[in-house]
T-cell receptor
Framework: DGGITQSPKYLFRKEGQNVTLSCEQN?????MYWYRQDPGQGLRLIYY???????QKGDIAEGYSVSREKKESFPLTVTSAQKNPTAFYLC???????????FGPGTRLTVT | GQNIDQPTEMTATEGAIVQINCTYQ??????LFWYQQHAGEAPTFLSY????GLEEKGRFSSFLSRSKGYSYLLLKELQMKDSASYLC??????????FGAGTTVTVRA
């Protein structure tokens, strides 16, 4: 089945550690996105990529980094510079021929 | 930037109708989306409006007025499974989405 996978579903880290969240899609979509969701707030865009080997900062990119070496994969690294990393992280992808974004199941990151 | 407002919570009875309003102020507009999100799960696409008017899709309908910066999502014949958060999102001219905080709908028997 085609879709977007994110792993793991739950992730726990100690403060000061970098952590990488995976996002893989087999939908052959060109565009991929990372969002962060906090209680009582809307999804906020962290980074997005329209094509392989290219990506742009979203509204809250500070403390995060990404890479887009393959069309199928768009990993997000949460660095120790991110002040409040505990959140629900959602990856999405989009085809050029449709207008909606498709979301993965999300990774809930807890940093203590 | 984008400013998107929607009510925080709404409660309705099974079988009833609920209307979720969304108002927006944007620096650029290229369509409005509604997504449904059950707790702890991924948002799923419900509707897309880019022109003024009503789009109907089964029990769900969405309306857009670009001149008023206003949209609503209408849920008819409510079912218990419709209890979820409903997210309004505006796409700008760079094709990026900005989301409202979401409206939590609780359906009671």
């Amino acid at each position: 089945d085609g879709g977007i996978t994110q792993s793991p579903k739950y992730l726990f880290r100690k403060e000061g550690q970098n952590v990488t969240l995976s996002c893989e899609q087999n939908l052959n979509h060109d565009a991929m996105y990372w969002y962060r969701q906090d209680p009582g707030q809307g999804l906020r865009l962290i980074y997005y990529s329209q094509i392989v080997n290219d990506f742009q900062k979203g509204d809250i990119a500070e403390g995060y980094s990404v890479s887009r070496e393959k069309k199928e994969s768009f990993p997000l690294t949460v660095t120790s510079a991110q002040k409040n990393p505990t959140a629900f992280y959602l990856c999405a992808s989009k085809s050029d021929s449709t207008y909606e974004q498709y979301f993965g199941p999300g990774t809930r990151l807890t940093v203590t | 930037g984008q400013n998107i407002d929607q009510p925080t919570e709404m409660t309705a009875t099974e079988g009833a109708i609920v209307q979720i309003n969304c108002t927006y102020q944007t620096s650029g507009f290229n369509g409005l989306f509604w997504y449904q999100q059950h707790a702890g799960e991924a948002p799923t696409f419900l509707s897309y409006n880019v022109l003024d008017g009503l789009e109907e899709k089964g029990r769900f309908s969405s309306f857009l007025s670009r001149s008023k910066g206003y949209s609503y999502l209408l849920l008819k014949e409510l079912q218990m499974k419709d209890s979820a958060s409903y997210l309004c999102a505006v796409r700008d001219t760079d094709y990026k989405l900005s989301f409202g905080a979401g409206t939590t709908v609780t359906v009671r028997a």
